[in-house]
């Protein structure tokens, strides 16, 4: 019996020489098919029990080993609060396997020719998988949305109740403090009172990420969001020794948003990648324009730091969620910055790899038709 089966891997290599892929079409044998087809349905990622399953196949360790050069240092994904799900194994399998003719650059999944039993089976296997992979990410993302709106609702109702104890007890410290003479009690008294107001903000930036106000939107010139951005970050990067750059849009970029909360939100992103970075690194910001969308504009933030794994970027939006050592941060720079530009019908990326640094995109919209943009004075 003849071992072609009509199934091909498109392996796809970097060249050292060229930042383009090669891309080589390989031809699975039919028992190798019938190995992918365990592999997939059992639900088995390990690139090692892949290849004693596929009896070794050349076709098969070929594109195992180009999965692993190009998964060295993985870039983990998350887009709004949830991670997105781009990288996994299953979905380069999807993506790289054609059966039918040898594949040419634009082959579809199933090209023309008679495939053989084993293939089809694979195919199958794969396009189940993959279906099955879809359902359960809709599900937790529903999941995610119910828990979220569950954790707001507690917050909101939490944070009215714990400040009035706290107001009470910075003023009663306060009041204290005004009539102490004892140097000792006032220093106890004033570390009372700034641990009051500590707490007080932190539960206010809780509600914040709770129940943002309401946005003001007005048409913005993203020119002079990014200035107002860079003025307010520029002296913790000059304290830290990072080099802090924006990248001023070529053409004038307007988008429609409530600059207040955007300003804010890009400040804490700004911020939490210049405290990534150590003396020496940069951090860069950058705005473009969409052309092929309606969403106005995008404005990355790209820095020089140690980079997350992706547990980390996995939790990266959760409230009072910080990959920094205890005491160094109250955990909702990112929570309420999604929120504020969520408000705005923006949205936020993070994309990054351990060691490579983070790279931050946000998506905002631009104005309707017609409408005239601000210019900023000089």
């Known amino acids: 019996m003849s071992q072609d089966s009509g199934a091909w891997l498109v392996v796809r290599t970097r060249s050292a020489a060229s930042e383009a ?59 709004g609060p949830w991670p ?8 380069r399998l999807a993506r790289d396997l054609v059966v039918g003719a040898p594949p040419t650059r634009d082959a579809s999944r199933t090209a023309s020719g008679e495939p053989s039993l084993e293939a089809m089976l694979l195919v199958e296997a794969v396009d189940r998988m993959v279906a099955h992979a879809r359902v359960a990410g809709d599900l937790g993302r529903a999941v995610g949305v119910a828990r979220l709106e569950a954790a707001r609702e507690m917050a909101y109702g939490a944070g009215h109740e714990i400040n009035n104890p706290l107001a009470n007890i910075a003023t009663r410290a306060q009041s204290l403090l005004v009539e102490e003479r004892d140097a000792e009690r006032r220093r106890r ?7 009051a107001f500590r707490a007080r903000d932190m539960i206010g930036g809780l509600m914040l990420f709770a129940r943002p106000p309401k946005p003001a939107v007005a048409a913005v010139e993203v020119a002079g969001l990014l ?38 939100a890009l400040r804490a992103i700004a911020t939490n990648a210049v405290e990534a970075s150590s003396a020496g ?60 530009i969520e408000a705005s019908g923006g949205g936020v990326m993070i994309e990054s790899r351990p060691g490579g640094g983070t790279k931050v995109t946000v998506t905002l919209p631009a104005p309707v038709a017609g409408r005239v943009c601000p210019v900023s004075p000089a």
């Open 21 to 79: 892929d090669d891309t080589v079409a390989l031809p699975v044998p039919r028992q190798a098919c019938l190995g992918l087809a365990r592999a997939v349905l059992a639900g088995d990622a390990d690139a090692g029990r892949w290849r004693a399953l596929c009896g070794g196949d050349q076709a098969v360790c070929a594109w195992l080993a180009a999965q692993a050069e190009g998964a060295a240092a993985p870039a983990f994904r998350a887009t």
């Open 84 to 91: 997105g799900t781009q990288g996994r194994l299953l979905e």
């Open 189 to 195: 008294l004033a570390t009372i009172v700034d641990q």
């Open 227 to 264: 200035r107002g951005v860079a003025d307010s970050v520029q002296g913790v990067a000059a304290s830290r020794g990072v080099l802090l750059e924006v990248a001023q849009p070529i053409e004038a970029l307007c988008v429609v948003v409530d600059r207040g909360q955007v300003e804010e």
């Open 281 to 340: 690194g940069r951090v860069a910001l950058v705005a473009r324009a969409v052309e092929e969308s309606e969403r106005g504009c995008e404005i990355t933030i790209v820095d020089t730091g140690t980079g997350m794994d992706e547990a980390t970027v996995r939790r990266a939006f959760d409230p009072f969620f910080s990959g920094r050592e205890a005491g160094r941060g109250a955990g909702l720079g990112l929570s309420k910055a999604w929120r504020f």
